[in-house]
C-alpha cells in the first residue's frame, strides 16, 4: 500500500507491505508489517534493525495523517508544481474508471483518495517488523523483532511476525 505525507518539512513516500486488519472483538485499528529480506542466515546488526524500525514508525505516521484526512493537498501541488485540475491522459482516466474512480482531473483522484482513506481505520501503535532470509531456493527462515532483540523463531504457518 503506497503511503505519501510531509513529515517535519520533508515530503516521505513508501510502501506498507501488509495491512492486518483484526477479525475479532472491538479493536478497529489495524497493523502495519514490513518485511526485510535478510541474504544471510542471522539477524542484521542493531543499527540495520533501528533503521527498519524508524521506516516503520514513518509509515504509521503516514498512514494515520492519510486516513485522518490530514494530506496537505495544496502543499502537495504547490511543491511538485502540479494543477490539480490537470486533465489526466486517457490511460489514467481508463485505468481510474476500472479502479470504481471514474475521474477527469488530478485534483477529483486526489479526492477519491481521500475518500477512500477516511473510511479506513489508524494503525495501531503495535508494528510489526519482520526479516527473512532469501536464499536461491525462496524463503529459508523468518526472524522476528521484540522490543528491538532479535532472534531466530521458526516457521509456524509460514510466517512470523514480530512486535515493536
Known sequence: ?????????VWMVGVIDELRMPVTG????????????????RL??????????????CYKHLWDNLV????????????FSMDPQHILSDEVKMNAANSGFPAET???????????CSVLPPA??????RWIEVCVEGINKW????????????PPNFGVSSHL
Not at 500500500?1 to 518539512?9: D, E, L, Y
Not at 488530478?106 to 477512500?116: D, I, K, S, T
Request: glycine residues 8%.
Open 124 to 129: 495501531d501503535d503495535q508494528l510489526l517488523l
Open 68 to 79: 485522518c484526512n490530514n494530506f496537505p493537498s495544496e502543499h502537495f501541488y504547490e511543491f
Open 1 to 9: 500500500m503506497p503511503v505519501v505525507g510531509f513529515i517535519q518539512g
Open 143 to 154: 526472524w522476528s523483532e521484540e522490543g528491538g532483540m532479535g532472534k531466530f523463531v521458526p
Open 44 to 57: 542484521p546488526a542493531e543499527p540495520q534493525c533501528r533503521n527498519g524500525r524508524l521506516q516503520l514508525k
Open 106 to 116: 488530478l485534483g477529483e483522484v486526489e479526492r477519491y483518495f481521500n475518500n477512500a
Open 26 to 41: 472491538n479493536d478497529k485499528k489495524l497493523t502495519l508489517v514490513d518485511t526485510k529480506t535478510r541474504a544471510r542466515p
